[in-house]
């Protein structure tokens, strides 16, 4: 092991530029990782090269899981694990000198800026005085660095999306250094992949298992989060002058609302100690982190919140969603493609219990209005009996979902609009009083027959009445609808066979090759137990009719006569003359 030590010290001081947990990307910056090791590899072909172990977030990116030529150097799952030489890896830059290399002057005749006065700097300080919405998405940022507050002193909206930032001490040196900024993006930077500065000695072989070094992680981020609450002097005089934080030392940011921090691994303890330091928080989105199956979010450090994205979650059971219900000011609930599927059978108190009418607990989400399920695993009306508890809801999405499999757009969303009765949007489409009124009846009709009718039942009955059942409309002929009497003139077709997937003049047609008589001179008549009329829709196919097996189809010859049609006579303006025959034309001469 100590052999082993040296060799890693020495491979680390020949790669100054590279460490071991440091955030990393390949040529192309289409891939990312995490160092796991750094040294050489005596059995390799090459044994006085330098070889980095790396781990991909793409689990199978790799060939290795951390062992190689049979001996172990790290430990990663199987497949996300590469040995690749320093040239092959980016080692990213830091966030002032891709802003140096974003907004520089580009002395190239082809390249022109619209606005070149937002890029104007301050002849002093060498800032970017206008510049308020910055976008640095996918630049390889690996460190923050102490020089952003006097680069962009105004920025108020700022995006760090997509970059190779594992460290929380960066996110804090942000909300020291920007004390204006309203908005911050940190989608896609891997917080659990490696161990923050500081939390190891450097060039340390990590030799825990992915679960506990990702556990190990988390603890000693949310750690330094919380200890470095307290803002460190010269940071401070050096970037936000101490308008990021209070008379006491404490770092506060009062103007941070919107917090987006989807497919980074943060933890719930993380999340929690930024919301109390940025108690002005009203928008958190944390989506796509799917190890979180519980909701752990401190309500009392978010009392101003009004939209939480919990999307792509393994959130199961609504009574991990029921944790959020006393957030006072909460109108917005993002909670698709999670695997919710569990309805607690507790219900919120009610005012009272007499009816299923009465007013439920104001203290139940109280302002939540927009609530989105799409693509959840719910599979029982449960779910949505028990949203009418919500008294504020007006907007639900619930597309593609188990329970609507095998149903028809016109029934699912029917059933579901009569079902919760306080939504005026379903699917992001509009819900009018008359669709409204119609999906109740259509309820009513369909649980009319049920032995055991859900609930809604009852209180819609009340409300539109008793309904008859459903009819059933045949669009396809059965096989008992098969057999139908022909009688031509009052006489019965012996042997004659009807396929009620005929059209009417098909009809027509078989019975006039069978009794020898044009088919354009028949008419057919469909006697019924209850009517006796004339077929006249000679596209329509005969079950579209609603021909049965009981029923008589009668068919009689046509001719001028029995047609009973008008003498159709020219008709008259009022006030005009009788017409008068012309005259009539005079012989040409004969020729001399």
């Known amino acids: 092991p100590r052999l082993q030590r040296k060799l890693v010290i020495m491979a680390e001081a020949e790669t100054p530029q590279f460490k071991v947990g440091q955030r990393v990307c390949d040529e192309t910056e289409e891939f990312k990782g995490t160092i796991r090791w750094i040294g050489k590899i005596p059995k390799s072909p090459q044994p006085e090269a330098v070889w980095i172990g790396l781990e991909w977030d793409d689990q199978k990116r790799g060939k290795y899981d951390g062992s190689i030529y049979g001996d172990r150097y790290f430990t990663c799952s199987p497949g996300a694990g590469s040995f690749v030489r320093p040239t092959k890896l980016v080692a990213g830059m830091t966030l002032g000198a891709a802003i140096e290399r974003k907004y520089r002057p580009d002395e190239r005749p082809h390249i022109r800026v619209h606005c070149p006065q937002l890029l104007a700097r301050d002849s002093s300080s060498g800032a970017f005085l206008r510049l308020t919405n910055v976008d640095m998405g996918g630049w390889a940022i690996t460190e923050v660095g102490a020089d952003v507050g006097t680069a962009l002193p105004n920025v108020q909206q700022l995006s760090l999306a997509n970059n190779l930032l594992c460290d929380w001490e960066d996110v804090l040196c942000v909300l020291r250094q920007l004390p204006k900024l ?48 307290v803002v460190n002097d010269s940071a401070a005089d050096g970037g936000s002058s101490g308008e990021g934080s209070d008379s006491g030392g404490k770092l506060e940011h009062p103007n941070l609302r919107t917090l987006t ?66 957030l006072p ?3 917005t609930l993002l909670l698709r493609h999670c695997p919710l599927r569990v309805i607690d059978t507790q219900q919120p108190p009610t005012a009272s219990d007499d009816n299923q009418n009465n007013k439920n607990d104001p203290s139940y989400f109280p302002s939540l209005e927009t609530l989105s399920l799409d693509k959840t695993k719910i599979d029982n009306w449960d779910f949505f009996e028990h949203l009418n508890c919500i008294s504020s809801l007006t907007a639900l999405n619930v597309a593609d979902i188990p329970l609507f499999d095998g149903m028809d757009e016109h029934e699912r969303r029917k059933l579901t609009i009569a079902r919760v009765c306080s939504i005026t949007k379903l699917n992001r489409s509009q819900v009018k009083t008359d669709e409204r009124d119609s999906a109740e009846r259509y309820f009513v009709r369909f649980h009319s027959l049920d032995s055991s009718p859900p609930a809604a039942y009852y209180r819609l009955r009340e409300k539109h009445g008793d309904l008859q059942p459903l009819a059933e409309i045949r669009l396809n002929p059965t096989d008992d609808a098969k057999e139908v009497a022909v009688l031509y003139e009052e006489t019965v077709v012996e042997g004659f066979s009807v396929d009620l997937g005929w059209q009417l003049w098909e009809f027509k047609v078989a019975v006039g090759e069978r009794i020898s008589v044009n088919a354009a001179e028949l008419e057919v008549w469909h006697k019924s137990p209850y009517s006796f009329d004339r077929l006249n829709y000679t596209e329509l196919a005969l079950h579209a009719l609603r021909i049965q097996a009981t029923d008589e189809l009668h068919v009689k010859r046509t001719t001028r006569q029995n047609l009973n049609l008008p003498t159709r006579t020219p008709t008259k303006k009022p006030g005009s003359s009788p017409s008068k025959s012309p005259p009539p034309r005079a012989s040409p001469p004969k020729p001399l």
């Open 182 to 229: 309203d908005t911050l993006n940190l989608n896609q930077n891997n917080f659990t992949a490696a161990t923050p500065a500081g939390g190891g000695a450097r060039g340390q072989t990590i030799t825990k298992s992915p679960p506990e070094a990702e556990a190990e992680a988390q603890a000693s981020a949310s750690n330094m989060v919380s200890s470095d609450m």
């Open 261 to 326: 921090l989807c497919d980074s691994g943060a933890s719930w303890d993380c999340l929690n100690t930024l919301c109390s330091i940025c108690p002005a928080l009203q928008e958190i989105h944390y989506a796509g982190n799917p190890h979180n199956s519980q909701v752990l979010l401190d309500c009392n450090k978010v009392a101003n919140l009004t939209t939480i994205n919990l999307s792509y979650n393994a959130i199961e059971s609504w009574a991990e969603v029921r944790k959020l219900s006393t």
């Open 329 to 331: 000011l909460l109108h």
